[in-house]
């Protein structure tokens, strides 16, 4: 089966899944944006209002920063990334996905990453590197680490665009600065 074709089938079961209570109180599922036969995989938080609304995860805000910030290092978020979260239901009021809905909907984003089989997996953000490195890791002190991950697949870990709206400075040692070194080094990695 053609990647696309594994990646459609998993969206439906997904759209079809009540696994855990965030089936319940969803709109739409938010499965995944950009392109099956990239190099560099994003794995965010979970799905927000307007991610919930389309169906397309980083639609909001955060993820016009997020997009701007691959812009501005040279890569499209549609060609260069394939783009997908945690969970991939919107856990009401926004509040952080618990561990046992991340456990419950685990087996999508393995299947996932299974079938794009990326160079990279990007950790964007603490839930998502939580996800993968433990619950004891703080962002702060790794973020730009890189990290062997299952099947030994290199991950990398980046601040959430969310915590970068609330930090507007560009200044070198910035979040931002910081996140701008963090896409160069993935993007030569993939190069
Ligand atoms: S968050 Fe995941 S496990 Fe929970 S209902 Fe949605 S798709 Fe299913």
Request: proline residues 5%; hydrophobic residues 35%.
């Amino acid at each position: 089966m053609l990647k696309e074709e594994e990646l459609e089938k998993l969206k439906n079961d997904c759209n079809d899944c009540h696994r855990c209570s965030l089936g319940a109180t969803r709109n739409n599922i938010v499965f995944s944006d950009g392109n099956p036969n990239a190099k560099i995989l994003l794995i965010g938080e979970a799905p927000g209002a307007d991610e919930d609304a389309t169906g397309i995860p980083f639609i909001g805000r955060a993820g016009k920063l997020l997009t701007k910030l691959i812009e501005d290092c040279g890569m499209t978020r549609k060609e260069d990334f394939y783009i997908c979260n945690t969970v991939k239901c919107r856990p009401p009021e926004n509040r952080v996905p618990t561990d046992e809905e991340k456990e419950l909907c685990k087996n999508f984003l393995l299947e996932q990453i299974k079938t794009v089989q990326p160079k990279v997996i990007v950790l964007c953000g603490a839930t998502s590197a939580k996800s993968f490195l433990g619950n004891k890791i703080k962002i702060s002190q790794i973020r730009g680490n890189w990290y062997k991950v299952f099947d030994n697949i290199d991950a990398t870990v980046i601040f959430h665009p969310s915590y970068l709206l609330r930090n507007h400075s560009e200044a070198e040692g910035s979040p931002r600065w910081l996140t701008k070194q963090d896409l160069y080094k993935i993007k030569d990695f993939v190069s």
